[in-house]
Nanobody
Framework: QVQLVESGGGLVQAGGSLRLSCAAS????????MGWFRQAPGKEREFVAR??????????ADSVKGRFTISRANTKNTLNLNLQMNSLKPEDTAVYYC??????????????WGQGTQVTVSS
């Protein structure tokens, strides 16, 4: 059974930092790209960042470029995906979702979603 479990969300003041993590298990993810998406209240889910299956390529939404960093660590049976978020702004407030997509295919919609973790940035 594939599971993507996010952690690390919380409440932070503007200008602060948070580090989100996603533990992926249930299959071999070394053929999957991984990504982060977010959804704010009343808005559609949007792309934040993604990373290729071996971590050699990363892509970011313009709104987070230079402030967020995505990384991954593959192990034999699990994968750890991280999102380091610096210089946070109130507009970064959203539920953040971890996602996995088959490398070589479209990253949206992904093949698997996590359950989400809330990030709230106060002004």
């Amino acid at each position: 059974q594939v599971q993507l479990v996010e952690s690390g969300g919380g409440l932070v003041q503007a200008g602060g930092s948070l580090r989100l993590s996603c533990a992926a298990s249930g299959r071999t993810f070394n053929t999957y790209g991984m990504g982060w998406f977010r959804q704010a209240p009343g808005k559609e889910r949007e792309f934040v960042a993604r990373i290729s299956r071996i971590g050699s390529s990363t892509y970011y939404a313009d709104s987070v470029k230079g402030r967020f960093t995505i990384s991954r660590a593959n192990t034999k049976n699990t994968l750890n995906l991280n999102l380091q978020m610096n210089s946070l702004k109130p507009e970064d407030t959203a539920v953040y979702y971890c996602a996995a997509y088959k490398q070589g295919g479209s990253y949206y919609p992904p093949d698997y979603w996590g359950q989400g973790t809330q990030v709230t940035v106060s002004s």
